[in-house]
């Protein structure tokens, strides 16, 4: 495994409620992996992220990133796509820079860079309303983007899009992993979007939630659309889907 | 666009069968017109008393607009004093409620002996009543943020002042628009109670005592006609406010942009 850049031992939060939502969580994710963690909903998932992200600590365990503790570091994309709706697309993508007090001619690139990477050339001065939900999760992970992150975390981000819009924004993904090799953590609960994105699947249980099982992904790079139809894949999503089971009835 | 026409014929067809049946029942039935004017009989007193009735609107519209500026101001620097503290909220909110749930007629008498400037003495009257929607408002609209967005803003390390003004403050912006539009009309009455117990019939009369001295010389066609120019007044603040409010949102905000999306 390449060096990992982010490590966690027996990670668990609890919160006041008395809700317990992960119990014990280790994991170790290399430098520029995908890595998929796949599991029901409600099994902390979403938690997990938070904790890596730092917006929430742990109730105990350790979470050790290995990269510049810098703003901008870190990119996250929600399961909304979370946009200004005052802002145009520009001003979103914007937003990571604005917050580090500096928008020169540079950042203005790279913020236009990342919009024409998401495949939104043209509409640099719109505003989310006038853009489609799926245009909107572009300009949601554009956003993310824009600062060039090591580390990428996504939450469900294409859960509430159709289908159609879901697989190509599947494709676009995996194009700009390809091209920047940012770390991914994508959180999902589709079996299929898993096993076509990752080159790793963690499997967690239903709350609390832990790791029950973590797949190494074989399928040949790059994905395409002939992956989705391969027998290797169809294997790979049976493999995944039975994990997935014992995840949810670990007694069975 | 076939709904914008509806939106304006019905209204208008409705008042026209309603001045026409007023009308002619002012005729029919012989009523005196100190009890009830006819629709002529107060059209003749709006073109004969026009000239010295808009003088006195002006009176009034000035303490309006002037209560209205003060209560956008005041009102909205009260509710970011709130939005940044908590127990400055707790504390203070109770004290903004009891000041608007006072009867404005019951204090004015008090404010007017206090404060001896009468332009400032009404202003303040119309404030107290106007200031109160804007302050709740905004201080809604200021805490109203979106959660996910600020854990992104925490995210990329923005201060608290950033988080104010990049987020809190333009999340806020239509619920304070919001408040402003009530507070045009709130400041108008409040103006109008206010000289109704100030009573000043001194150099400068607004409407509201017009309307008063109309009422104790039974001259009741020049009442009503102060009452058109006084609804009237109160439906051009209304619009005016509401046309500032959809200017300012109309790139954004659903209330601004639902004509758009259909």
């Known amino acids: 495994m390449p060096?990992?850049?982010?490590?966690?031992?027996?990670?668990?939060?609890?919160?006041?409620?008395?809700?317990?939502?992960?119990?014990?969580?280790?994991?170790?994710?290399?430098?520029?992996?995908?890595?998929?963690?796949?599991?029901?909903?409600g099994c902390g998932k979403s938690t997990l992220l938070r904790?890596?992200?730092?917006?929430?600590?742990?109730?105990?365990?350790?979470?050790?990133?290995?990269?510049?503790?810098?703003?901008?570091?870190?990119?996250?994309?929600?399961?909304?796509?979370?946009?200004?709706?005052?802002?145009?697309?520009?001003?979103?993508?914007?937003?990571?820079?604005?917050?580090?007090?500096?928008i020169g001619a540079k950042e203005r690139e790279r913020a236009l860079a990342a919009v024409r990477a998401v495949g939104l050339a043209g509409f640099e001065g719109a505003y989310p309303h006038?853009?489609?939900?799926?245009?909107?999760?572009?300009?949601?992970?554009?956003?993310?983007?824009?600062?060039?992150?090591?580390?990428?975390?996504?939450?469900?981000?294409?859960?509430?899009?159709?289908?159609?819009?879901?697989?190509?924004?599947?494709?676009?993904?995996?194009?700009?992993?390809?091209?920047?090799?940012p770390t991914i953590l994508f959180v999902t609960h589709s079996v299929f979007e898993s096993a076509y994105l990752s080159t790793r699947i963690a499997v967690m249980t239903a709350r609390p939630g832990r790791i029950s099982a973590d797949l190494a992904v074989d399928l040949p790079q790059p994905r395409t659309r002939a992956t989705r139809t391969s027998p290797d894949y169809a294997a790979l999503c049976e493999r995944v889907s039975a994990s997935l089971a014992e995840a949810m009835e670990p007694g069975r | 666009m076939n709904r914008l026409w509806l939106r304006i014929a019905a209204p208008i067809a409705i008042g026209i069968v309603f001045l026409a049946l007023w009308q002619a029942g002012a005729w029919l039935s012989g009523v005196a017109v100190y009890i009830l004017p006819a629709p002529s009989d107060i059209a003749v007193s709006l073109w004969t008393d026009g000239p010295s009735l808009m003088g006195s609107l002006l009176v009034t519209l000035r303490i309006t607009l002037a209560a209205l500026a003060a209560a956008a101001i005041?009102?909205?620097?009260?509710?970011?004093?709130?939005?940044?503290?908590r127990i400055v909220e707790i504390s203070f909110f109770p004290y903004a409620v009891i000041l608007q749930v006072t009867p404005i007629v019951a204090i004015a008498p008090l404010i007017i002996i206090w404060v001896h400037t009468p332009f400032l003495a009404l202003l303040t009257c119309a404030w107290i009543v106007a200031f109160f929607p804007i302050v709740s408002n905004t201080t809604v609209g200021l805490n109203s943020a979106d959660r996910n967005l600020l854990a992104l803003f925490r995210l990329y390390g923005a201060s608290r002042a950033q988080v104010l003004w990049f987020l809190r403050i333009p999340t806020a912006l239509p619920y304070f628009l919001a408040g402003l539009r009530i507070s045009g009309g709130l400041a108008l009455i409040g103006a109008?109670?206010?000289?109704?117990?100030?009573?000043?019939?001194?150099?400068?009369?607004?409407?509201?005592?017009?309307?008063?001295?109309?009422?104790?010389?039974?001259?009741?066609?020049?009442?009503?006609?102060a009452l058109f120019l006084l609804s009237v007044t109160g439906i051009l603040i209304y619009l005016v406010l509401d046309f500032i409010s959809r200017q300012l949102l109309r790139n954004w905000h659903e209330s601004a942009t639902a004509e758009e999306e259909e």
């Open chain 2, 74 to 85: 005041l009102g909205g620097a009260i509710a970011l004093v709130f939005s940044l503290s």
């Open chain 1, 51 to 102: 904790i890596i992200a730092g917006l929430t600590p742990p109730s105990s365990g350790a979470c050790r990133l290995a990269l510049d503790h810098a703003p901008g570091r870190i990119g996250f994309v929600f399961q909304d796509p979370t946009l200004m709706p005052w802002s145009t697309v520009t001003g979103n993508v914007l937003l990571p820079f604005r917050i580090a007090g500096r």
């Open chain 2, 192 to 225: 109008v109670v206010a000289e109704f117990v100030a009573g000043t019939g001194g150099a400068e009369t607004g409407l509201a005592y017009r309307i008063l001295e109309a009422g104790y010389r039974l001259a009741i066609p020049r009442l009503f006609a």
């Open chain 1, 3 to 41: 060096e990992p850049i982010l490590e966690l031992h027996g990670v668990a939060k609890h919160f006041a409620t008395g809700t317990e939502a992960l119990a014990g969580v280790d994991l170790s994710v290399g430098r520029g992996e995908f890595l998929s963690l796949l599991g029901p909903s």
């Open chain 1, 130 to 181: 006038q853009l489609s939900g799926g245009m909107r999760m572009r300009v949601s992970i554009a956003r993310a983007l824009a600062t060039d992150p090591d580390l990428l975390l996504l939450d469900e981000p294409f859960a509430a899009l159709d289908e159609i819009t879901r697989l190509a924004l599947n494709d676009d993904l995996l194009r700009l992993w390809e091209e920047r090799r």
